[in-house]
């Protein structure tokens, strides 16, 4: 019997009607494999990951595999957006076994959850020196009945193996200048100067290192580390990578070019390097970037938010191209003749000219992914923008890629703050009204009355596992952002909730280290913990910049001291692995910095108010936290004993305890928030 029917994610729903006989990860499926006398079949995947929908129509669809499932096996499926903490244990197993991992993930247990037997994706029939997946279950089948002895002695290898990989803290001191310049040096390394970003195909949006190098240039002045972050968010933004019609950036690029993307947009993606862009135009005014802040930003209000008004996970990278097949791409790729049945022959070839659009193509099948190369000549922006939206029409007409509604509640946390302050920069109270949208949902439905977060819901209702560390700190640094934009302190309330949390249930009292699951969480053949940023912030890392941010606004203690005792980690790894640990780095930047903390007292209507309120926000200072409100106001702890000047507004700013004499120029202001700490 397959028991997927009822669970809330959308990838165990794409499961549900298998023939194969899927337990959800729970007790009871560990209870059967001990009580049949089976082995467990562990298959971890997502609902956009590709080859996880190609193993499911090849294996999993298949009756004669299923029914062998059925027979040799207890055959559990998880969504590793939902169980990071499963996902995160099993595959460091597959890592240290295999030397690499991916996704779908397929890992053989005991019935005690031990693992001995491992891989990815497996083909129906032997290919490419690879074994069949029904060899493989044969094997680990025959070896279950005929060779127990050894199984289980590899599986306590590994299981004891895996338990004692604790990690090294690194260092019980903060990072310092040093360490900084040292972790800019490495990056400066593995630079491609040529393409932008870092490292070879495939090739990922450096999206918490382009933080770091900003908040670096705003500290030091550094040009090296400004011009990395602006060539890096230009070769992006202009290549494939990015949907030059729709806007949004797919997952990462295949080549070291950006010219062809993996297709599916995750919304994780998408909100970090939203707040990226809108932070690189508040450093530099580029008006790249501001366009693309802000079409990443009304893409995910336009297609990624939820009836409840949270953010679904992500769009399929796949999608019906009109023949019934599901193809990687379809969607959003071109060749020369549906430009024509799209523009007519004059425009079709302006469009090829200006998105980069070739006979030969760019991609399969003579297909092209739409581009902005650099070229010679100007185009008549008002012809470009209605071949834009014809193409975006034409487009709109295509079979949609799936959506998975899944609301996760840190990838919400990255949107809320992202949204909040875009919306703050630009001028748009539509995008600050769905960062609140969203963070009401989090408290209405994943927050319960003991500050304890739930990971995930779907269509108004809660799923059933507990949030792990970064869904606390991005949930809090969503929050956050959201008390410096509107100057509500129920936000900055919340945060706190969260992050006493963190401080009570995630936080190793002796070391300062901190662990991906709470104290009293489902219990794992390990605690997993992992301070490295992978495609979102780590744990760590987040809940690091949370603490910092929150004991600037409330001059909390402890929670400045958990943040600097964290980030002995990134004085650690920072100057070995800075790709690997960006966040952490900009968060370190913060701490040198102050940060600075900034009140603004003055009537809410009051135009002079708005200009202060506008330059605290748009300070490139690292780490800069804004409390705005009325004099007198007991909003927000900054605002507390901070009076009108002469009667009119007053900006208040303050670092290390010691504070600046208050101003009322805006220009001053925005000064004081924009030099060097030298």
Known sequence: MNRLAHETSPYLLQHADNPVDWWPWSAEAFDEARRSNRPVLLSVGYSSCHWCHVMAHESFEDEATAAYLNEHFVSVKVDREERPDVDAVYMEAVQAATGQGGWPMTVFLTPDAEPFYFGTYFPPEPRHGMASFRQVLEGVATAWKDRRDEVAEVAGKITRDLAEREMSFGDSRVPGEEDLAGALLGLTRDYDAARGGFGGAPKFPPSMVIEFLLRHHARTGSEGALQMAVDTCERMARGGLYDQLGGGFARYSVDREWV?????????????????????????????????????ADFMVRELRTTEGGFASALDADSDDGSGRHVEGAYYVWTPAQLREALGEADAGLAAQYFGVTEEGTFEEGASVLQLPQQEGVFEAERIASVRERLLAARAGRPAPGRDDKVVAAWNGLAVA?????????????????????????????????????????????????????????????????????????????????????????????????????????????????????????????????????????????????????????????????????????????????????????????????????????????????????????????????????????????????????????????????????
Not at 270 to 281: G, K, Q
Not at 446 to 468: E, I, N, Y
């Open 260 to 296: 062809v993307p993996h297709f599916e947009k995750m919304l994780y993606d998408n909100a970090l390097l939203c707040r990226a862009y809108a932070h690189l135009w508040r450093a530099t005014g580029s008006e790249l970037a501001r366009r693309v802040a802000l079409e990443t």
């Open 418 to 678: 992202a949204l909040a302050e875009t919306g703050a920069y630009f001028g748009r109270p539509d995008l600050v009204e769905a960062a609140i949208g969203a963070a009401d949902l989090l408290v209405r439905l994943h927050l319960d009355d003991r500050a304890r977060l739930v990971r995930t819901s779907k269509d108004g209702r809660a799923g059933a596992h507990a949030g792990v560390l970064e869904d606390y700190a991005d949930v809090a640094e969503g929050f956050l952002a959201l008390a410096s934009v509107t100057g509500e302190g129920v936000w900055l309330e919340f945060a706190g909730f969260l992050l006493d949390h963190v401080l009570a249930q995630f936080t190793d009292a002796e070391s300062g280290a901190l662990y991906d699951t709470a104290a009293d969480a489902e219990r794992l053949i390990r605690r997993p913990q992992d301070p490295t940023d992978n495609a979102t912030p780590s744990g760590w890392s987040a809940a690091a910049g949370a603490l910092l941010s929150y004991s600037a606004q409330t001059g909390a203690e402890p929670h400045r001291t958990a943040a600097e005792r964290a980030l002995g980690v990134v004085k650690a790894l920072g100057p070995r692995a800075p790709r690997f640990i960006g966040w952490g780095l900009a968060v370190a930047e913060a701490l040198l910095d102050g940060p600075r903390e900034v009140a603004v007292v003055g009537g809410a209507d009051d135009p002079d108010t708005t200009a202060l309120r506008r330059a605290a926000l748009l300070g490139t200072t690292p780490g800069t936290v804004v409390a705005v409100g009325e004099p007198g106001s007991d909003e927000l702890p900054l605002l507390a004993g901070r009076p009108l000047v002469d009667g009119r507004p007053a900006a208040y700013v303050c670092r290390n305890f010691a504070c600046d004499a208050p101003t009322t120029d805006p220009d001053r202001l925005r000064a004081a928030l924009n030099g060097r700490n030298t």
